[in-house]
C-alpha cells in the first residue's frame, strides 16, 4: 500500500504529476532552499522511490518503519544528525507520512 500511497501524491515512474501533493512539496522545498530541490531531501527522495516504486521494500511501510531496513538507517542518520530526534518536515518523516497515506510532515 505504501507505495501506492507515494503514486497518488503525486510521485510516478513518469515524473511529477502536475497540481498534486507532490509538485506543492517540490514548489514548496525549492523556494525553501532558494531555487532548487537539494538532492537528498524529501521531494527527491520520495520522487526517486515512486518511480521505482521502492517505497515499502526499503522500509517504509503502512505500520512503520521497518527495522534493520534502509529507512531505519536513514532515521537513525537523520537523528543523530539532528541531536538525537527525526525532525518534523526532514526527509524521513516526510516520506514515511506520505507511505502511509499522509500530506507529509510539511510545515
Known amino acids: 500500500?505504501?507505495?501506492?500511497?507515494?503514486?497518488?501524491?503525486?510521485?510516478?515512474?513518469?515524473?511529477?504529476?502536475?497540481?498534486?501533493?507532490?509538485?506543492?512539496?517540490?514548489?514548496?522545498?525549492?523556494?525553501?532552499?532558494?531555487?532548487?530541490?537539494?538532492?537528498?531531501?524529501?521531494?527527491s527522495t520520495l520522487q526517486g522511490m515512486g518511480a521505482k516504486g521502492t517505497t515499502h521494500s526499503s522500509g517504509f511501510t503502512s505500520s512503520g518503519i521497518a527495522g534493520g531496513s534502509k529507512a531505519s538507517s536513514m532515521m537513525s542518520n537523520e537523528a543523530t544528525s539532528h541531536g538525537g530526534g527525526v525532525p518534523r518536515g526532514g526527509t524521513t518523516s516526510t516520506v514515511q507520512s506520505i507511505s502511509m497515506g499522509g500530506k507529509g510532515g510539511r510545515r
Open 1 to 43: 500500500m505504501s507505495d501506492q500511497n507515494v503514486h497518488n501524491a503525486g510521485f510516478t515512474s513518469s515524473g511529477i504529476t502536475g497540481g498534486s501533493l507532490a509538485s506543492s512539496m517540490m514548489s514548496h522545498e525549492a523556494r525553501s532552499s532558494g531555487g532548487g530541490v537539494p538532492s537528498g531531501g524529501p521531494t
